[in-house]
């Protein structure tokens, strides 16, 4: 039976399928169950709200998961399948990969935007009524960018326009408009970014506070990860070795941005942000 209370658990992982390479899958998969299982019904209803065919899948799954009447690596696959029957090209079977990117977007779907961007004035406040592109809770972080998410998040970049009230040159800003409850970065291979434990997003003057979940990595062609607990606690997980094991890191606190940032020698891909 579903419960809100928060459980204290260490993660179980999924056994790598060496038939059909599912280590995206595997380290995605982890992550989301691992925020699902420490607050059921919560995020049940979090993620159902989101309303794809995709999520469905999982939380059913799940729900089955902990009832011992299938697995983790049972649910993967049903969830790998159906990607596959209507995205062939993105998901293949096999010995060919995928990518997370493609993978939470189409799981979380791609048309619920959270912000916006629009031009606005610095000088006289003059803001432009286009919307120049609507953004979603999957936030690409590009090559060269120094700073936080949450700078991410907030950045004014300035534009090739110029105010048609004063003359000064326009900037994009964001407008944030919906409250997701998943926040996922794409972290570039060549960055300098520090990671952040927590993130404050202000949507009509309220606060929502996200904390950092999980973490993806990925070198020689396949993918690792690290699931945070909604009480700090780390464990690895690589699927490929590992199997269902999960080894304990410590506290994410006690983890410098260099160990946040690597892992085994991967690379930091996309860290994850679930609501609180």
């Not at 907030?154 to 407008?175: A, D, K, M």
């Amino acid at each position: 039976m579903a419960t809100d209370e928060h459980i204290v658990i260490q993660p179980i992982g999924l056994i790598w399928d060496e038939t059909n390479y599912s280590c995206a899958y595997d380290s995605l998969i982890l992550i989301i169950y691992h925020i699902w299982i420490q607050q059921t019904m919560t995020w049940t209803d979090r993620l159902l709200e989101i309303d794809t065919d995709y999520l469905r899948v999982l939380v059913n799954g799940f729900a089955e998961v902990i009832q011992a009447r299938t697995s983790l690596e049972n649910t993967r696959d049903d969830l790998r399948h159906l990607l596959h029957e209507q995205h062939p090209q993105l998901f293949p079977m096999g010995h060919n990969g995928a990518s997370v990117g493609d993978l939470a977007s189409h799981i979380f779907g791609q048309s619920q935007s959270v912000s916006y961007v629009q031009s606005m004035c610095l000088h006289c406040q003059y803001k432009s009524g286009e919307r120049v592109r609507p953004v979603t809770f999957m936030n690409a972080i590009q090559s060269g960018f120094a700073g936080t998410a949450s700078d991410w998040m907030t950045q004014r970049t300035y534009t090739t326009r110029y105010c048609p009230s004063c003359g000064e040159q326009l900037v994009h800003i964001y407008n944030y408009v919906n409250i997701p409850s998943i926040l996922i970065f794409e972290h570039a291979h060549e960055y300098d970014l520090n990671i952040q434990q927590h993130i404050t997003l202000t949507v009509a003057k309220q606060e929502t506070n996200f904390s950092l979940r999980g973490m993806i990595y990925f070198g020689g062609y396949h993918f690792t990860s690290h699931v945070i607990s909604s009480e700090g606690n780390v464990w690895y997980n690589d699927g490929m070795i590992t199997g269902r094991r999960c080894i304990q890191q410590g506290k994410v606190e006690t983890l410098t941005n260099e160990n946040m940032r690597n892992c085994q020698g991967r690379h930091l891909r996309y860290s994850i942000y679930a609501k609180q």
